[in-house]
T-cell receptor, first 115, second 112 residues
């Protein structure tokens, strides 16, 4: 089955700095890659996703890049703010369509943004 | 607002007891899932259902069973709980043509 590895497990940055979280996946058939943010004591929520026909996607201060050849994708957060502090999970779907919700998650990254 | 609701939110039980976690949703989605979250392991899929008559095992289904009572209700059962089933359990839903999962607030289960 699919295996998703996520690094680093913890990341500490100063407010205003950039943060990068990286994930690798094993199944070359995977073609959907979402990122979820989980604030302390809350439920995970989707913040951005990318499909395999796109190499990069941006939404304000966050962006995701995908390299299908190398089977890795990354989350980039620019101009970090204290409210960005949370656990971030990458995930992949083995195939699109009917398998969208059957996600394989990475282990999570605890991001701390210091004021 | 349409939402995903889980009960109970917290439960402490003893080894060997039967436990049921319930999930209901008002989002009108056909697809429902149960995930388990453990520190350092991310979220792992236990079972999923794409409609009332469809039940499928996920990555870690051993020791669990599910029931899809209606489009809006999906329950997870532990027939005989064991300590390594101590975890945070999330129910989730998704629409047909989108990959986005909508999670419930989670059910924290402790098995002593």
């Amino acid at each position: 089955g699919e295996n998703v590895e996520q690094h680093p497990s913890t990341l500490s940055v100063q407010e205003g700095d950039s943060a990068v979280i990286k994930c690798t996946y094993s199944d070359s058939a995977s073609n959907y890659f979402p990122w979820y943010k989980q604030e302390l004591g809350k439920r995970p929520q989707l913040i951005i996703d990318i499909r395999s026909n796109v190499g990069e996607k941006k939404d304000q201060r966050i962006a995701v890049t995908l390299n299908k050849t190398a089977k890795h994708f990354s989350l980039h957060i620019t101009e970090t703010q204290p409210e960005d502090s949370a656990v971030y999970f990458c995930a992949s779907s083995p195939r699109g369509g009917t398998s969208y919700g059957k996600l394989t998650f990475g282990q999570g990254t605890i991001l701390t943004v210091h004021p | 607002d349409a939402d995903v609701t889980q009960t109970p939110r917290n439960r402490i039980t003893k080894t060997g007891k039967r436990i049921m976690l319930e999930c209901s949703q008002t989002k009108g989605h056909d697809r429902m899932y149960w995930y388990r979250q453990d520190p350092g392991l991310g979220l792992r899929l236990i079972y999923y259902s794409f409609d009332v008559k469809d039940i499928n095992k996920g990555e870690i289904s051993d020791g669990y069973s599910v029931s899809r009572q209606a489009q809006a209700k999906f329950s997870l059962s532990l027939e005989s709980a064991i300590p390594n089933q101590t975890a945070l359990y999330f129910c989730a839903t998704s629409g047909l043509n989108t990959g986005e999962l909508f999670f419930g607030e989670g059910s924290r289960l402790t098995v002593l």
